[in-house]
Nanobody, 118 residues
Framework: QVHLVESGGGLVQPGASLRLSCAASARTLSSDDMAWYRQAPGKEREYVAA????????FYADSVKGRSTISRDEAKSMLYLQVNNLEPEDTAIYYC???????????WGQGTQVTINS
């Protein structure tokens, strides 16, 4: 079972930046493609960004493209998401997981809450 712990969220104003962090097992970070997902109130969880194993190609949802950067540090077993110019529509709980995420609901961590409010 994958163990994931997200952190770095908070309450910020529109236009601010946040760097989200995800601590994962070393085996997961070294072997799996990884991604960030988010779930806004009353909505389904959605994909945000993904990165290939080995820190290769990165991919972004249109909603964050151009203002986000996903990265990974396999030596530290960490995954990151930098989001700039945050908008109220970015308000959600942000999760990390493998890409694609497995079917086991226990694979998801607690997430980290991001709230953009002026």
């Amino acid at each position: 079972q994958v163990h994931l712990v997200e952190s770095g969220g908070g309450l910020v104003q529109p236009g601010a930046s946040l760097r989200l962090s995800c601590a994962a097992s070393a085996r997961t970070l070294s072997s799996d493609d990884m991604a960030w997902y988010r779930q806004a109130p009353g909505k389904e969880r959605e994909y945000v960004a993904a990165i290939r194993s080995g820190g290769g190609d990165a991919f972004y949802a249109d909603s964050v493209k151009g203002r986000s950067t996903i990265s990974r540090d396999e030596a530290k077993s960490m995954l990151y998401l930098q989001v700039n110019n945050l908008e109220p529509e970015d308000t959600a709980i942000y999760y990390c997981n493998t890409y694609p995420a497995g079917p086991d609901p226990r694979s998801w961590g607690q997430g980290t809450q991001v709230t953009i409010n002026s």
